[in-house]
């Protein structure tokens, strides 16, 4: 029996008993694969079969093929993918490696669309998790810099914070990196998916006087520049800023994580009726941020 290398349920004493039933069987059906969950026989026929599923039970039958109690039922290999690429419960929790006993080897089966969701919720949300906490630790120096009244380091953490966050987010809402350090190119990149984004960082009259500007200024001098001074004002207003953009993206990505896996879960069943949950303030901009990094990423895996 040509069976994968794989990690599933079945007792030892449970392969023991179906390795010679599958070996009776294999000369009568054409099988491409056979999945056994709780006593049941999941057969999928190759798909060069010459008789109806209806056929090949008959046939099966009257073989006089011993199922040992083990109860046979037949799939057409085209409906078990489709059944996994729509995500139909009965194939997404049945044509699954951890049920799998025989496999010819001559097809694939696609991932389940459960959890291809699932893969592309845990990845997307390591993404932002990841940005989220970097510059949640950045912040948290930028805080202490300025209690110690060193403005200018606090600006360069403060970049830092941003910058981090804005390429985490931007990476996990669209699986991509945009390979800038400047601000104002992942600021573009993230406002396509967080509108009210730019609204933080407003335009200012004076070249060079911008939130933006100064935190870009303070990026460069604060490394390369000895005698590059700010003062503590408008280092606040760049920290208050900052946490307000992290709190701000928070938000919005619990907002794009619901709305992912509600669209899908519309798209693919037939229950219309479900409505995402409403954790998270996107729109509001005020306020400090002043929640633990626990506390504001917690459901972002869920």
């Known amino acids: 029996m040509n069976r994968t290398d794989i990690t599933d349920t079945h007792t030892p004493q449970q392969q023991a008993d179906i390795s010679p039933i599958v070996n009776a069987l294999l000369p009568i059906i054409p099988a491409d694969k056979i999945f056994l969950k709780q ?30 109690g083990y109860r046979p039922t ?18 997404s929790t049945i044509f699954i490696p951890r049920y799998l006993v025989y496999d010819s080897g001559r097809s694939v089966l696609p991932v389940p669309l459960a959890v291809r969701i699932a893969e592309e919720r845990r990845q997307s949300a390591g993404a932002f998790t ?8 950045f912040l948290d120096s930028a805080r202490l810099m ?9 600006v360069f953490f403060l970049h830092q914070s941003v910058e981090l966050l804005l390429r985490g987010f931007i990476i996990a809402v669209t699986g991509r990196e945009v390979k800038t350090h400047v601000l104002s190119d992942l ?15 407003p335009a200012d009259a004076s070249p060079g006087k911008s939130l933006l500007a100064q935190l870009e200024k303070g990026y460069v001098c604060a490394r390369y520049s000895a005698h590059f001074r700010t003062d ?10 900052a946490a307000d953009m992290h709190r701000y993206l928070c938000g919005v990505y619990r ?21 995402p949950g409403t954790d998270g303030d996107a729109a509001g901009l005020s306020g400090q941020y002043n929640a633990p990094a626990s506390d504001l990423i917690k459901s972002f895996a869920g």
């Open 146 to 154: 300025l209690n110690n009244r060193r403005p200018e380091r606090a």
């Open 130 to 137: 990841q940005g989220c906490e970097a510059s949640r630790d």
């Open 232 to 241: 503590v004002d408008c280092a606040r207003r760049l920290y208050e800023t």
């Open 187 to 201: 600021l573009r990149a993230a406002a396509w998916h967080a509108p009210q984004l730019p609204e933080l960082f």
């Open 74 to 91: 037949f799939y057409a290999l085209a409906e078990v993918r489709a059944g996994l690429e729509a995500g139909r419960m009965l194939h």
């Open 255 to 275: 907002e794009v994580l619901q709305d992912y896996t509600g669209r899908l879960i519309s798209e693919h069943c037939t229950c219309r009726s479900f409505t």
């Open 39 to 68: 006593h049941c026989l999941y057969i999928v026929l190759s798909e060069d079969t010459v008789h109806t599923l209806q056929q090949y039970k008959v046939i099966l039958e009257g073989s006089g093929w011993d199922g040992k």
